[in-house]
């Protein structure tokens, strides 16, 4: 096991440790009781390519039978818009086969889990003699995420600073440990004329991420779940230094000009091209910085390193956030023995089949063999 398989297959381990369109019934099976989908409908995030790119190549090989039977059929909608689009759908009884979610809404207590709109993942794939391909890690990950087995972990991520090493070394920098160091990195990069860091400030999460982080690192890796508990609020002193510790980022230039409007695409852009230093992100990104037509900097100038630690916090480095990508649903009444032969399909294929052509590692056992897969960025080799 070398290269990019080697550390994905060890970044899996690292991660579990810390932590579309149709308005049709079913074809029969569970959650029968409507009309037959003519088409398996897709709907995923603009922003993220990941999942749609891989279910059209698995469409064209390893599910081809599938395809033949229930034709994939893939939308979009802006990641921000998610929650309005599917709650829309919903109303109309028009959700699609699968879909992304937003977290609230695939949750026992959400509008779609409430209403039984979709899937519980976990029955389905028992049901269908696959469930033993998913990560026990990932569906512990989704349940903890989701209250339920709501999501199929399509991407399984761990998240942290990739940095642009020959920035750093032409600028004399080294990748920072603790938050002080990140912030005069920040101060030298700046003054050298180059973005220290870059967000898609535009979609909102990745700031609130780092927020996340800084609280998560000054007050340990329970500070939100005492929120949710009433321990704590978010406006006690502790978590306002955290959201005034990056807001002083952003009132220092360090963020570049117009972060609050830039997209996932011009900042992955910008760090890609070189014009940014840093950028905080999930493993989903080794998507974008093993491909060739996007990255211009080279996959072997390129560091990962985990958020750094807060002086005098409780927190630790070598605490990984973990995630399993945002929530992938599937229709309750569009579920029948057609769907049933993709979700097969693709819990037997998925797995090997993102990390061989993306780069991108999932939830999903890898059951055919991986080789020469694009390199991962060399500080995360050493991890």
């Known amino acids: 096991m070398t290269g990019r398989r080697g550390w994905a297959l060890r970044l899996t381990a690292a991660a579990g440790a810390a932590l579309v369109l149709a308005g049709c019934a079913s074809d029969g099976g569970s959650g029968s009781g409507g009309s037959t989908p003519d088409k398996f409908t897709l709907l995923t995030p603009a922003e993220n390519a990941i999942i749609r790119n891989e279910l059209t190549t698995l469409s064209k090989n390893a599910c081809g039978t599938a395809e033949q039977a229930l034709p994939l059929n893939s939308e979009t909608v802006a990641q921000s818009d998610v929650v309005q689009k599917i709650t829309l759908l919903a109303s109309q009884d028009a959700l699609p086969v699968m879909f992304v979610a937003g977290t609230a809404q695939v949750k026992p207590t959400g509008d779609l889990g409430k209403g039984k709109l979709i899937v519980d993942y976990e029955q389905t794939l028992k049901d269908l003699g696959v469930w033993d391909d998913i990560l026990p890690a990932a569906a512990s990950t989704v349940k903890s995420a989701y209250g339920s087995m709501a999501s199929l972990p399509f991407q399984y991520n761990i998240e942290g600073i990739f940095y642009n090493k020959k920035l750093f070394a032409d600028h004399g920098v080294t990748a920072p440990q603790t938050w002080d160091d990140l912030v005069k990195a920040a101060q030298t990069l700046k003054a050298a004329g180059v973005v220290p860091i870059t967000e898609a400030g535009s979609q909102g999460w990745p700031i609130t991420r780092l927020i996340g982080m800084y609280i998560f690192r000054s007050l340990g ?35 570049g000009e117009g972060v609050t409007s830039r997209s996932t695409d011009a900042a992955n852009a910008q760090f890609l091209n070189g014009q940014a230093a840093m950028m905080y992100n999930g493993s989903w990104f080794l998507a974008n910085l093993n491909d060739p037509k996007q990255n211009k900097v080279g996959a072997e100038n390129v560091g990962f390193i985990p958020f750094p630690t807060v002086a005098g916090g409780k927190g630790d480095s070598g605490q990984w956030p973990a995630n399993a990508g945002a929530a992938t649903a599937l229709s309750t009444k569009a579920y029948g023995p057609k769907v049933g032969d993709w979700l097969k399909c693709v819990a037997e294929n998925y797995g090997s089949s993102v990390m061989q052509n993306q780069g991108v590692i999932s939830g999903f056992k890898l059951n055919q063999p991986v080789s020469n897969v694009p390199r991962s960025p060399s500080s995360c080799r050493k991890s």
């Not at 890796?221 to 508990?229: G, M, Q, R």
């Open 221 to 255: 890796p329970d500070a939100l779940t005492a929120v949710k508990n009433g321990q704590a609020k978010l406006t006690d002193p502790q978590y306002v230094a955290a959201a005034k510790a990056v807001a002083d980022l952003g009132a220092a230039g360090y963020f």
